[in-house]
C-alpha cells in the first residue's frame, strides 16, 4: 500500500475568510508542511506548530497518520510548491507557491509540473497508488478549475459553514481576470490549472495520467479537490477507472454535492465512516461538528484501514492518543 | 526502525582512478540519486541506470533494499548535495555538490550544513538511527578529515585495489591547498569537513551530534566513511556510544584498519556476514572478489536483519531475486 501526499500552497488561502486550514494565514503557509511531518513522523519536526483550524479542530494529517501507525503503509510525498521548508522527505515536482487565482495566471509553470508529475506516475514502481492532497484554499481552486472545465461546479470547505458566496466571487474574479468563461478550458486541463488552479491540481492530474497510463491503479483520496483533479484527469483523456475515496463529512456536506460530481466524472465513490460520533474527544467532536472533514489522505486512509480489516475502534483509539501526545508535546497557535 | 541515508556529490570522485562507484566519472554523478530511488522503490524512477562498478559490480543499495523487502524498515533520506535530481524523496539539507579537495575549501557552506543537520537530527522522533551514506569518492575525503583530524589515516576502497598512493597525494595536496598540516583540524570538525570534507560527511556529523544530544541511540552503517563521521563527532564533543555497523569485506580489507580506527574513535564494531560465498551469483560474487564492499547503509542493514532474525539465506535470495529483476529491467551503462 502506497499513499502518495501532494503538498503546495497558493496565495488564494490568504483571501479572508476562504479557508479553516490553519489558524490564522500566517500559520496557514506552515499547515502543509506541518501535514506532511506529521504523516511522516508522527510529529512535528521544522514545522513550528500543529495545525489547527481557527476555532482548534485538529489537521485529518492526525487521521492518516493513526491509520499509518496501525496498518504501515509507504508514503510518498511530493512538493508541489510549499511556501515553506519542511522536515518530511518529499521529491520536487513544483518549487513556487500559486498565486492568488484572482491575478489571471494561477500556476505559471502548469505545463512543467504537470509533466514532470506525469513522468513520474508512469516510472513509479507501484501496483496501486492512493493520491491525496494538502493545500489551504484549494476548494476554491477546485471550484474556479470545475468551472473552468465547465463540470459540476460543487465544492465543499474545512469550515462548518462553507463560505460558498465568497468562493463564487473569488471564481468569477479569476476567471474574468483569465479571460475565461465557464466551460472554455473544457478538453484543455492544463490551461484550466495555469490560469485558475494550484500547484497541487497540476502536480496530481499530472500523476494520475502518468499512473493510469502505465496501468497502476489509482485511488484519489479526498472531497471535492480530489474530485477537480479527477476533472482534469477526465478532460485529459484519463478514461480509465477512478475511485474518489472520502469521509462521511463530505458526503454529507449539504453545501456541496459529491454525488453528482462523482457521477459526472464517473468517479467509484467510497465513503468509509470512523464512527467518530461514538467517541467523544476534541480530536472527534471537531468533525461531527462539522469542520476540517477531509484532506491529507484522510478518506483514503480510512479505505485502507477498512480494506485491510482494522475496526475504525481501534483507527479512533490510535487517533485519540496521538492527539493527545500532539497536544501535549508541541505548541499550538493560539486562535 | 528507521534507517537515515544521507546522500551527496564531490568533484573529487572525478579524479580518475579514486572511485568505484560508477561505470565512469558521467555516471557516477547519477550514483546517489539512483541509490537512493533503488532503496525508496525497489527501482528506478529518474536516474538513467542501475550504478554499477566499472567491471560491473551492482551498488550495495540493491542489498540494503532487499534487506528492507524483508524487514520493512523506514527510510529517511537526505540530500546533502546532489549533482542531480532524484525520484526518491529527500529532506533538504545541502544543495551543491563538493568541491574537489584539491582546490583548498571543499564545502564551502559546511558550517550551515551541520547546523541544519544537527537540528534535524535533534528533532527526529525516533528511538534509534541507523545512518548509512551514498557519495562516490567518500573514502578519498574521509581520508583527508582523518588526516585533518588526526586520526589513524586509514580508509577501504570501492575498488578492489585500493589505491592508496593515489588517495595519500590527493589527501596532500587538499591539505597544502587548505594550509593544514596533519592534525590542524583537531577539535575542529566544521572546519575539516569544510577544507577537505564532503557534504555528506558535513551532514552527518550534525545528524549524530543532533540525534545523539536529544538521547537517540545511533548506528554509523558503514565503512571507512562513517567512520571518518565518527571522528568528526567525536571531535565535536560527542561521547555517546556509537556503534560502526559494517561489511566482513571492509572488515577484512587488508588495506585498511578499522578495527584500529574505531578503538581509536571508541566505536563498536560490529560486522555482520552476509554469507556471499555460499551463493555463487553475479551478485555476490563481485564483492567476494573484492568490490564495492560496503555503501548506502549495507553493513546497518544486515545488522537490522541479523537483529530480527531475518536467516542470511533469505537476505541472499531476496538480493538475487532483484538483482536479477533491475538487470531485465533496467538499462546499465556498458563499461
Redesign the interface.
Known amino acids: 500500500m502506497t499513499v502518495l501526499l501532494v503538498a503546495g500552497t497558493t496565495e488564494t488561502a490568504s483571501i479572508e475568510g476562504i479557508s479553516a486550514a490553519g489558524a490564522d494565514p500566517d500559520a496557514m503557509l506552515h499547515t502543509p508542511a506541518a501535514d506532511l511531518e506529521i504523516v511522516?513522523?508522527?510529529?512535528?519536526?521544522?514545522a513550528p506548530f500543529v495545525p489547527v483550524s481557527p476555532s482548534g479542530c485538529p489537521t485529518p494529517a492526525v487521521v492518516t497518520r493513526a491509520v499509518r501507525d496501525l496498518l504501515?503503509f509507504d508514503v510518498?510525498?511530493?512538493d508541489a510548491g510549499l511556501a515553506c521548508?519542511?522536515?518530511?522527505?518529499?521529491?520536487?515536482i513544483g518549487d513556487t507557491p500559486g498565486v492568488d487565482i484572482r491575478r489571471g495566471e494561477a500556476v505559471p509553470k502548469a505545463p512543467e509540473i504537470v509533466n514532470r508529475a506525469r513522468?513520474?506516475g508512469a516510472?513509479?514502481?507501484?501496483e496501486e497508488l492512493v493520491i491525496g492532497e494538502t493545500i489551504p484554499g484549494g476548494t476554491t481552486t477546485a471550484l474556479a478549475v470545475l468551472t473552468a472545465l465547465g463540470e459540476p461546479a460543487t465544492v465543499s470547505s474545512s469550515l462548518p459553514e462553507n463560505p460558498l458566496a465568497l468562493k463564487r466571487e473569488v471564481v468569477a474574479e479569476a476567471l474574468a481576470a483569465a479571460g475565461l468563461e465557464s466551460g472554455d478550458a473544457a478538453g484543455n486541463p492544463v490551461a484550466a490549472v495555469q490560469y485558475v488552479g494550484d500547484p497541487v491540481l497540476a502536480a496530481v492530474v499530472g500523476l494520475v495520467m502518468g499512473a493510469t497510463a502505465a496501468g497502476t491503479d489509482v485511488i484519489l483520496a479526498g472531497g471535492t479537490q480530489l474530485a477537480a483533479a479527477a476533472a482534469l484527469a477526465r478532460h485529459a483523456g484519463v478514461d480509465a477507472h477512478l475511485e474518489l475515496a472520502t469521509t462521511p463529512f463530505i458526503a454529507t456536506d449539504g453545501s456541496t454535492d459529491v454525488d453528482a460530481l462523482a457521477a459526472a466524472l464517473d468517479l467509484d465513490l467510497r465513503v468509509t465512516d470512523p464512527g467518530f460520533g461514538r467517541r467523544d474527544h476534541p480530536a472527534t467532536a471537531a468533525y461531527i461538528a462539522g469542520e476540517a472533514k477531509e484532506g491529507v489522505g484522510m478518506g483514503g486512509a480510512l479505505a485502507l484501514a477498512d480494506r485491510a480489516g482494522v475496526p475504525m475502534t481501534a483507527v479512533r483509539d490510535q487517533l485519540v492518543a496521538m492527539y493527545d501526545r500532539l497536544r501535549a508535546d508541541s505548541p499550538t497557535p493560539q486562535p
Not at 85 to 92: F, I, Q, S
Open positions: 511522516a513522523y508522527g510529529d512535528l519536526v521544522w504501515g510518498i510525498m511530493v521548508e519542511t522536515g518530511a522527505p518529499t521529491v520536487a513522468e513520474f516510472t513509479l514502481p507501484v
